[in-house]
C-alpha cells in the first residue's frame, strides 16, 4: 500500500549480527537497537552437530552431570594440614624424577623460562654437580619429567617440583592434594631463573621454612583454605594475581603458633612474600578438581594448565585424558619499563585450577587494582566476570562479593559454552621473559585458546553416543 502523502513515515530497526547496516541508518537518522548476535560455534558446520548431541540428545543427562560437578566444587572444603617433603608424600615423585606445570612435554620440546627451573631442581637435589652435567642428564633421560597434575601436585608458573622440596598437603576427607610452597619475588625457580641464589632459597625452605610450618599446623590445627579465601575475595582478592588480604589473614591464623615455634627467618620471609597463600589455593583447587572424577558425562572443566608450549585441559567427564592446543599470550599484560610484548613467553603455570572452582579470572570484580593491567576500572573487571558468567553452569554460593549485592562468582567452567559462545576462559597470570632468564616482567590475562574446548566436547559427545 503507498503510504499518504501527508502521513509522516518513520523507520526503527533491530539490526542482528553486522554493525555495519546499523551503521548506515543510524546515518540516515534512524533509531536503531543493535543485537550483538553470531553464529553458534562460529558457524562451524561439524562442531554446530557436536552441539546439537550435546544439548540434545545427550542435553539431559550431561546437565545432571554438571549440577552433579557443581556441587561437587562447592561442596569441597579443603585444609592444609601439614607441610612435609614432596618425596614423602606426593605418590611417584621418586629419585630422578621432576614434576613440572602443564600437560606432558619432553625435555627438547621444554620452554626456555622451565628449563633453568628444572636443571636448578637436579643441582639441588645433588643429582649434578652443575647446570652443564644437569642437561646431560636430562637428555638422556636419566632424570625424568611428569606433568605435576599426574601426582596431585600443582605448582605456579614453572610448576617445578623435586623430592627435597617442602610442599603443602591439603585434604578434603580421603583426596590429597599439594603445592610447593610459594617463592616470592626475586630469582626464584618459579619465575623461570635457576641461580644459585635460587637454589639456596630452597635449601632454606628445606631446612628452615618447611620444618617451621609443620610445626605450627601441628600447634594450631588444619586450616580451612576456601575459608580464608571466601573472606579475602571481600577484602580486594581474586586469589590469582592478587591474594595479600588472603595472606594477612594466614599469618594472623598463624600467629600463637609462631610464638611457640620462632623462627626470626620463616616470619620476614612470610610476611615478605604477597603471593605465599596462592599455592595454598592452588592446591585446595586442585582438591576439588580431583573430585570431580566422579562426574561422568559432565562438560564441566575440571583443570586447565599450560606449560609455556602448550595448554591443557580436561574434563571432569573424561577424568585424567588432556586436550592440548598451543599455549596463549598473555595479550591484556602490563610489562615492566624497557620489555616489549615480543620479549613475554606463552602463558604458563598450573595456577589457572584457581579459576575452574570460581577464583581468579572468575572474579575479577572483587579485585578492580587487576583491572589496571589491561588498563581498565572498576566497571571493566565486572564486567570481565559477567562475560566468564556466560560460560559456567552456574553461581557459587561460597564465594560471594559483598560490594556486588552478595551475587556469586560463576563457577563450573562449561565446555560447551566455550565451543558454543567463542568466549574462554580469562586467566589472571604473571609474564615470564621468554628468553633472558630475567623472570618476571609483568603480569596481565591469558584469554584461553578455544581450540582444546572443542576438542573436549567432541570427544564427550563420543562416548556419550557409546
Do not use: Y
Not at 71 to 100: D, N
Request: aromatic fraction near 4%.
Amino acid at each position: 500500500m503507498t503510504p499518504r502523502a501527508d502521513v509522516l513515515t518513520r523507520v526503527e530497526a533491530v539490526n542482528l549480527g553486522l554493525e555495519q547496516f546499523a551503521d548506515a541508518l543510524r546515518a540516515q537518522g534512524a533509531p536503531v537497537v543493535q543485537v550483538d548476535w553470531r553464529p553458534p560455534a562460529g558457524g562451524d558446520g561439524s562442531m554446530l552437530e557436536v552441539l546439537t548431541r550435546l544439548w540434545g540428545r545427550h542435553g539431559t543427562a550431561v546437565a545432571a552431570a554438571n549440577r552433579h560437578a557443581v556441587e561437587v566444587i562447592e561442596g569441597c572444603a579443603p585444609r592444609a594440614v601439614t607441610v612435609a617433603p614432596a618425596g614423602a608424600v606426593v605418590p611417584g615423585l621418586t629419585e630422578g624424577v621432576l614434576l613440572h606445570s602443564g600437560p606432558p612435554i619432553t625435555w627438547d620440546r621444554v620452554c626456555d623460562p622451565q628449563r633453568p627451573a628444572l636443571l636448578a631442581a637436579v643441582v639441588f637435589e645433588g643429582w649434578a654437580s652443575s647446570r652443564e652435567a644437569a642437561s646431560a642428564l636430562l637428555e638422556r633421560g636419566e632424570v625424568t619429567l611428569s606433568p605435576g597434575n599426574e601426582h596431585g601436585h600443582v605448582g605456579p608458573m614453572t610448576g617445578v617440583c623435586s623430592p627435597s622440596m617442602p610442599v603443602w598437603v591439603v585434604e578434603d576427607g580421603d583426596v590429597r592434594a599439594f603445592s610447593t610452597l610459594n617463592e616470592g619475588p626475586g630469582r626464584t625457580l618459579w619465575f623461570g631463573v635457576g641461580d644459585d641464589e635460587s637454589v639456596e632459597r630452597l635449601r632454606f625452605f628445606r631446612d628452615d621454612l618447611g620444618p617451621r610450618l609443620a610445626r605450627m599446623l601441628d600447634h594450631r590445627g588444619p586450616l580451612d583454605v576456601f575459608g580464608l579465601a571466601a573472606q579475602g575475595l571481600n577484602m580486594g582478592d581474586e586469589l590469582h594475581m592478587r591474594s595479600q588480604a588472603t595472606g594477612n589473614l594466614l599469618v594472623r591464623e598463624l600467629l600463637a603458633s609462631f610464638a611457640v615455634v620462632g623462627g626470626e627467618a620463616a616470619a620476614k620471609f612470610i610476611a615478605g612474600n604477597h603471593h605465599f597463600f596462592l599455592n595454598l589455593t592452588m592446591a585446595a583447587s586442585k582438591c576439588a578438581s580431583l573430585r570431580l572424577g566422579s562426574c561422568r558425562g559432565s562438560s564441566v572443566v575440571s583443570l586447565i594448565s599450560r606449560n609455556g608450549v602448550e595448554v591443557g585441559i580436561q574434563l571432569a567427564g573424561m577424568p585424567g585424558r588432556w586436550f592440548t592446543a598451543p599455549a596463549a599470550t598473555v595479550a591484556d599484560a602490563l610489562l615492566r619499563e624497557g620489555n616489549e610484548p615480543s620479549d613475554a613467553a606463552r602463558d604458563i603455570g598450573d595456577s589457572a585450577v584457581i579459576e575452574c572452582v570460581g577464583l581468579g579470572g572468575m572474579a575479577l570484580a572483587a579485585a578492580p587494582v587487576v583491572a589496571s593491567f589491561f588498563g581498565g576500572d572498576a566497571a571493566a573487571a565486572a564486567a570481565r566476570t559477567e562475560l566468564m558468567a556466560q560460560i559456567c553452569a552456574a553461581r557459587s554460593s561460597r564465594f560471594t562479593l559483598s560490594g556486588r549485592d552478595g551475587v556469586g562468582t560463576p563457577v563450573g567452567i562449561d565446555a560447551r559454552l566455550v565451543a558454543e559462545l567463542d568466549i574462554a576462559p580469562q586467566i589472571t597470570t604473571g609474564v615470564l621473559h621468554a628468553s633472558s632468564g630475567a623472570g618476571q616482567i609483568g603480569a596481565g590475562v591469558a584469554h584461553q585458546p578455544v581450540e582444546p574446548f572443542r576438542a573436549a566436547i567432541t570427544a564427550l559427545a563420543e562416548e556419550l553416543d557409546g
